[in-house]
Structures are given as C-alpha cells and as structure tokens.
Nanobody, 121 residues
Framework: QVQLVESGGDLVQAGGSLRLSCTAS????????MGWYRQAPGKQRELVAV???????NYADSVKGRFTISRDNAKNTVYLQMNSLKPEDTALYYC???????????????WGRGTQVTVSS
C-alpha cells in the first residue's frame, strides 16, 4: 500500500511563510500527479495546487502568486512553499498522489492524513 508522510504545518502569523512536504512510498512504479488540497472547518475540500509528471502546474486563484508547488521525483516528494500567508489560508492541508503500482498491481490514488496550517491575524 502506498503511504504518504506529510509535514510542515504550523501556526504562523499573517504575512509569514511555511513549506509543506509530502513523501510517498510503498511499491510505486510511477507517479503521475502530486497535489495539495485543503479543507477549512465547515467548508468543502478544495484544490490548492497540483503538479503533473509532464511538468505542468495548476493553482487555485486564491493562492496564485503566493504559493509554489514543486516536486523531487527521485525522492517521490512534493513540496508546497507558501508565502504571504493570510488568515483565510487556515485549513487542514492534504497531500494527494496518483500513479501506478509496480508488479502490475494497477493504479493508485492516495491521500495523506493532513497537516494543519493556522495563520493568525
């Protein structure tokens, strides 16, 4: 089974920065997309940023220009650099990885448990 280990969430003041990381492991043959989603209390989970194996990235309008997604394919790791944080960025941030398992076991789509980001005003 694919496992994701997330880290980097913290309490930070508005205007500050954080860097989230997520490392995937467990019988992976290929990773296609790696992304970050977030869910604030009382709201639906939403896309923050996603990175494809082809090098394309996509961001939510609310984070464009402030957040940057990057990945280290050799380490099966995706990062989210978050700058100029705002109180409305407060949420539980989830990592999502989609790819193919080795040994012909087919595709996988795995979510992390989440890492809490809290931005104080």
């Amino acid at each position: 089974q694919v496992q994701l280990v997330e880290s980097g969430g913290d309490l930070v003041q508005a205007g500050g920065s954080l860097r989230l990381s997520c490392t995937a492991s467990g019988g992976i043959f290929r990773i296609d997309t790696m992304g970050w989603y977030r869910q604030a209390p009382g709201k639906q989970r939403e896309l923050v940023a996603v990175s494809t194996s082809g090098g394309n990235t996509n961001y939510a309008d609310s984070v464009k220009g402030r957040f940057t997604i990057s990945r280290d394919n050799a380490k099966n790791t995706v990062y989210l650099q978050m700058n100029s944080l705002k109180p409305e960025d407060t949420a539980l941030y989830y990592c999502n990885v989609v790819g193919t398992l080795g040994m012909y076991r087919g595709p996988f789509n795995t979510w992390g448990r989440g890492t809490q980001v809290t931005v104080s005003s």
